[in-house]
């Protein structure tokens, strides 16, 4: 664990005030790069026509997330800030999502740990789903990159956040809770992943797993190396076996006593605590961000500890497999056959491609407990950031159907994705000699093959796989999101099991 705390979540409330009369030491304002809404014509005058005039110089345009703080007198709030939302044509709640997070991260640069943020009364979306994304948004700003610097001052978090939409009562409170739910889980899910792989190694992850999720009340079991074994996971032992470290699988059950039977969602989480690629070694440059080799199971983990919160009427059971891919005097080698807990034998071409192994024999277990419907999330493949760049998922799987509900749940989560084929015809690219298949299908089509490749274990279920190799670690610190680990796949899972009821047409 750092030396300091990377997270906090604060108290978040509704308020109905007026912008001008809500007591706080930071009130944001979201506004339009092309229209000026009823509130900013408000500051505008109580700021003397300072807002007025920065927009007519071009001072302030209103771009997305960009910032300006006039000085206004009148109004009950310590400084107002406005916080660009962009063009109104290219809106999305999850600009506001952002700006909610911009204005959380200056408030706490600025040292102020009380915040209010104010919905444009001009948008038109239920004021559930607006206060759902300010209070995710808040929560999202309130939290840092893992230091382990002994010599950081401390780190101002926010106590307090309102949120001003119009209209209180019960569908706002949800809003207000599904948003306070998923920003923790979001945050956890990115302290995780952010952990350095000496401090999270398998068996650290599953403890910390099983704790975190036992006191959401989920039911845990973990499978440790001997269950794996009596299993016959040969996929899965065989990517551990390189490393010191004995593999887990973490398996987590959220099942509310009235729910259905059917559907019971399946989550599978890649649980790679670090890639080294094994004997298949990896460059040493940049193979220190193979830390965040298991962001696809920590957001399976929060995911469902987001479910149990906000008691999702469905059943759902996660599976994440947990291990290290080690070049260790045991390890798995090139040329080697295994054979899945399935049954299926896999020629490894590549020790590099292990996080597909971990998947195949866990989509197989996943199966053998009951599930109905899986959706698999790993960094899987550097192919699919080739592809689809660093803030785009990739998404594969079949129906279409299923994949469509899937990528929605993401849109209104705010981790987006994008379709990529899974046709039959790729399944030449992997074919073995003398196993049934080869574990890599060389470069062409590299997410695909990796996509596939899980297709085999999922038995013809609904099946999509969610490759976050490019969406799970930003590179570059954005106004709403620290450098470091995103959360991605959190949220879209737990939208996706709270639009349950669209599911009766599949
Ligand atoms: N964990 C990596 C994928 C990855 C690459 C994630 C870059 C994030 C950034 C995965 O285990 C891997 O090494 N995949 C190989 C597959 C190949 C050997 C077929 C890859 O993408 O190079
Ligand atoms: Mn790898
Ligand atoms: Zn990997």
Redesign the pocket.
Known sequence: MSTQTVHRTPSIGITTTAPRDIATEFLVLPVFEDDVIPEEADVDAASGGEVGGARARGEFKGGAYELFTPAVRGWTAARVALVGLGLRKDFSTDRLRRAAATGALVARQRRLQRMAIVYPRSVQAPAADAAQVLAEGAILGNFDGASYKTTDPPRVWLDQVQVRVDGNGAAVELGLERGRVLGECTNLARELSNEPGNALTPHVFADRAAGIAREAGLSVDVLDEGRIAELRMGLLLAVARGSQEPPRVVVLQHGPADAAKAPVLGLVGKG?TF?S?GI?I?PSENMD??KD?MSGGAAVLMAMVAMSRLRVPIRCIGVIPMTENMPGGRALKPGDVLVSAEGKTVEVL?T????RLALGDACWYARRLGVTHLVDVA?????C?VALGKTTTGLFGTPETWVEMVRRAGERAGDRSWPMPVFDDYKELFKSEIADFAN?GGRAG?AIT?ALFVKEFTGDLPWVHLDI?GTAWAEEATPYQPKGATGVGVRTLVELALGVDGWATL
């Open positions: 790679v890639d690629g298949s990896k961000k193979m080799d590549n590099d491609a292990e996080g960094t899987l493949t550097g192919a950031v890599t590299g990796g190799a």
